[in-house]
């Protein structure tokens, strides 16, 4: 009986390969075979791809991609050579000036970068990171992460949010805070690696470690596990609109079980351009509790609106006080001691706020002094709306983050510092600046000239220096400052009320 072997076919071989050659089939190196399972598959998924809708094959954008800008300056030109067109154009409206573009080139293109960078970046000011000694910057490794910042690396972690709406006794309507100009909006920027120091070239990085997008399903179902339950509608009462805002509407209510006032911030989540952040700062803003902070109370999921329920400040901002009056050194140094102890708090729960000015500094009937922050829960006035929806310049920024260089906390005492001067003179140093030619001064000239020093105490004068050194190593943290023998000039907060009742007066009057 003949078997399998007997009848095996002669091995495959290719036409081409035995053509003029006179050496045996075996020398000759045979194909390999086509695997069967292979073939099957790969024909199984053509019929696939051919079911498919052609207008859903799409390719996507590139990722992780650099594209470099190199710009130098050439002294015999007095130009800027391989500078985009729309620093150019930035560039020629910023009032620097031909001199001071030669006498310090290099800030000129810090200044352009980072006014480009914060105007195609808007991102939460508050930044939270993983690093336990609070002294060094935060690491590159962090840099990008933090481009989609908040991003939550502690439990402890928290963006302290709040309002700023004034209301008064008599029911009448608040009057409109005064306003600054729109351009003293806060620019929110990121810590970069200093890697790019001392060049004339940046770079606009793709997001290298972008996070998956969630949907809608998943952020309402993220939502409803952080959120309380029950109804909101029932627990809060009077709900008077107070604000309107381009992410939502702000209501003066009370809660009818303790009678105490509270702003609500109804946000429709539709609206909302970054709904994935939400989560991570109603999460992290539960954790964090000060006295010295405008503290989140509740939240609650109302069909497609989120209601954040915060604690209600009827003093309105530091700003109306700064404006308004004139304050002395013992009221200034009450404000700065009870904003260090807010700052060490945060500093400790490794959260920089990167947006201290007056603005977010909320005061009560008594006095009190709470740190805000209106990126996430107010825009009470048209006016400070205003000032909220318009890229702004960094008046109150320190040398490192204009130059973006890496940065830590210490960037919100630097800030403290530019406040205490607002507290001073009605206004940042700066202010009559336009926005680049801002920037360009900050990263020149470092720490700011303050008119009539010589007025000040010697004791204030070192606190302002300890608060404003340009070297991040040499400059105070909060805990130290604390410690500072200017804070023991502090009057009783309830010396802030007679200021606090002027400035509300002055600004009925101009209204």
């Not at 596990?225 to 509608?233: A, F, N, R, T, W």
């Not at 130290?480 to 400035?503: D, E, G, R, T």
């Amino acid at each position: 009986m003949a078997t399998i072997n007997d009848h095996r076919p002669p091995p495959p071989v290719r036409v081409d390969s035995i053509t003029g050659s006179t050496s045996s089939l075996e020398t000759k190196p045979l194909p390999r075979l086509p695997d069967d399972e292979f073939n099957k598959k790969k024909k199984t998924n053509s019929k696939d791809w051919s079911k498919k809708d052609p207008a859903k094959l799409t390719i996507s954008r590139p990722t992780n991609f650099n594209h470099p800008i190199h710009v130098t300056y050439n002294p015999s030109t007095g130009e800027f050579d391989g500078m985009p067109d729309i620093w150019s154009t930035l560039l020629q409206s910023s009032k620097i000036t031909k001199q001071e573009q030669k006498q310090n080139p290099q800030a000129v293109i810090h200044a352009l970068d980072f006014y480009q960078h914060a105007a195609h970046k808007r991102e939460s000011k508050f930044m939270y990171s993983s690093y336990k000694n609070l002294t060094p910057p935060i690491s590159a490794d962090l840099a990008d992460r933090f481009r989609q910042t908040v991003i939550l690396v502690s439990d402890r972690s928290s963006p302290l949010q709040g309002q700023s709406s004034v209301r008064y006794d008599n029911d009448q309507i608040p009057p409109p805070i005064a306003a600054r100009p729109e351009k003293t909006k806060s620019i929110y920027t990121k810590p970069i690696d200093d890697d790019n120091n001392n060049k004339s070239t940046t770079t606009t990085n793709g997001d290298k470690c972008k996070r998956k997008q969630l949907s809608d399903e998943e952020i309402f179902a993220k939502l409803r596990l952080i959120v309380s339950h029950g109804d909101p509608i029932r627990k809060y009462k009077n709900r008077d609109k107070i604000g309107q805002g381009a992410s939502g509407t702000v209501l003066l209510a009370y809660e009818v079980a303790t009678g105490e006032e509270v702003a609500i911030k109804q946000m429709n989540l539709a609206n909302q351009p970054k709904k994935e952040l939400i989560i991570n700062e109603i999460a992290v803003m539960k954790h964090n509790r000060h006295i010295n902070i405008v503290n989140y109370k509740d939240s609650y999921l109302v069909e497609d609106e989120l209601w954040v329920v915060m604690e209600y400040l009827p003093g309105g901002s530091l700003t109306d006080v700064v404006t308004e009056t004139i304050m002395e050194e013992g009221h200034i140094a009450a404000v700065c001691r009870e904003v260090l102890q807010a700052l060490e708090f945060l500093h400790k729960n490794h959260v920089i706020h990167r947006d201290i000015k007056s603005d977010n500094i909320l005061l009560g009937t008594e006095g009190n002094v709470k740190l805000t922050d209106f990126g996430f829960c107010a825009q009470i006035t048209q006016d400070q709306t205003k000032r909220q929806t318009m890229v702004g310049t960094p008046y109150w920024m320190a040398p490192e983050v204009v130059t973006r260089k890496q940065y830590g906390p210490k960037v919100d005492i630097w800030s403290l510092g530019i406040m205490a001067i607002e507290m001073i003179e009605g206004e940042p140093p700066y202010l009559n600046e336009s926005p680049l030619r801002a920037l360009y001064l900050i990263a020149t000239n470092g720490k700011p000239e303050i008119v009539g020093r010589e007025k000040l105490s010697p004791l204030f004068e070192d606190f302002l220096d300890q608060c404003l050194e340009v070297d991040v190593d040499k400059r105070a943290n909060a805990s130290q400052l604390l410690q500072h023998p200017f804070l023991k000039m502090a009057k009783p907060l309830l010396s802030l009320v007679p200021l606090i009742n002027a400035a509300r007066e002055s600004i009925k009057r101009n209204t």
